[in-house]
């Protein structure tokens, strides 16, 4: 068997690949919900009504898709480059330190401009701790799937410090969470008495602006360039050091902005369990996505969906809610090999 690159490609195919992968995966989850037993048609109805079924189910969906929106870019914009960047999760939780440090009374701004501030702050501790393995791996050829990896629990031991230690809330009741981040910083609500805030707008707009980025600038040029081919990316004299490190600081920024979300506009504080895994759901989305900016907003709607709907389905049905993690799983899997089969055809011989 042998692997041959196919030509011409028709847009139908490349759009209608990760779909069909995504119905297969579904398909083969209806395997382990009748092994659980329960119906297949029954559960996907549940999943379906609990995800989208009222406004409140909606906005749910739309709360969790925010977060997924920020750290799905941040890896499909490190992975264009083929920066594999693991650390989203430690780079949510730094912007959301700096953001809580600032906002807890550090400075004093009107909302209108604390947010922005905050968000880029946020970005910056983000984009600045993925400096650090970023450097190590222009320079001293350190693998950053590691580094990052690594980083990851540093920072979410020194969360755990802070909040336990020098940060924590007097007021609290003795819970670990640091002290509340003024009026002006939080989030206004999009809807009222829905927890869906401002954060979704600004994720959308981050995603329309990665995408013009990746496509109609020099960065975005000189980003997929090296992510396409290193070595003929150095021979043409592209400057490769330096676009991997903005593309870094892109990449870490996105995610860090994902921590100041969840912070000013669902929480208002910080806590150890602030995210519950979306640095690590965001390397999922921009699978899906299959790198794409604006296909980041699919893929991360898709992922809350399955998330938010199957805490409906389990109640209901008494199944487990882990289907929702290997519905995820399959789907990240069918659309790989989808993908890897629009480019390829496989021979016999």
């Not at 995408?211 to 109609?216: C, D, E, F, S, T």
């Not at 330096?242 to 806590?271: D, F, N, P, Q, W």
Request: hydrophobic fraction near 55%; include cysteine.
């Amino acid at each position: 068997m042998r692997l041959e690159p196919r030509q011409n490609v028709s847009l139908t195919r490349k759009l209608l690949a990760p779909l069909m992968a995504v119905f297969i995966a579904l398909a083969l989850c209806s395997l382990l919900i009748v092994w659980a037993g329960a119906s297949p048609f029954t559960a996907f109805y549940l999943l379906i009504k609990g995800a989208l079924g009222s406004t409140f189910a909606l906005s749910e969906t739309l709360t969790r898709t925010t977060p997924l929106i920020f750290t799905g870019l941040a890896a499909a914009v490190a992975f264009r480059a083929k920066l594999w960047n693991i650390g989203g999760e430690g780079q949510l939780y730094a912007g959301a330190c700096l953001a809580t440090w600032l906002g807890t009374g550090a400075i004093d701004l009107p909302a209108p401009v604390m947010i922005p501030f905050l968000f880029l702050s946020g970005g910056l501790a983000g984009g600045l701790l993925l400096l650090l393995p970023t450097l190590l791996k222009t320079h001293l050829k350190a693998d950053e799937v590691v580094t990052t990896l690594l980083l990851n629990f540093i920072v979410l031991l020194v969360v755990n410090w802070l909040v336990f230690g020098p940060w924590k809330d007097p007021m609290a009741m003795g819970w670990p969470q640091a002290n509340p981040v003024v009026d002006a910083a939080i989030l206004p609500t999009l809807l009222p008495k829905m927890r869906i805030h401002l954060g979704l707008i600004i994720a959308l707009v981050c995603a329309l602006g990665t995408w013009v980025l990746m496509r109609a600038t020099v960065w975005g040029f000189d980003i997929r360039a090296v992510g396409a081919n290193l070595k003929a990316s150095t021979f043409a004299g592209l400057p490769v050091t330096s676009t991997i490190i903005r593309t870094a600081i892109i990449s870490g920024g996105l995610a860090g902005c994902a921590g100041v979300s969840e912070l000013c506009g669902l929480r208002g504080y910080l806590t150890i369990d602030l995210s519950p895994g979306f640095g690590y759901s965001g390397i999922v989305v921009a699978m899906l996505a299959a790198l794409n900016p604006l296909g980041v907003i699919l893929a991360a709607f898709f992922v809350a969906v399955i998330q938010i709907g199957a805490d409906s389905m389990s109640r209901a049905l008494n199944i487990s809610t882990y289907i929702a993690d290997v519905t995820t799983a399959l789907s990240l899997l069918a659309v790989i090999v989808s993908m890897l089969l629009v480019r390829y055809r496989i021979r016999w011989r």
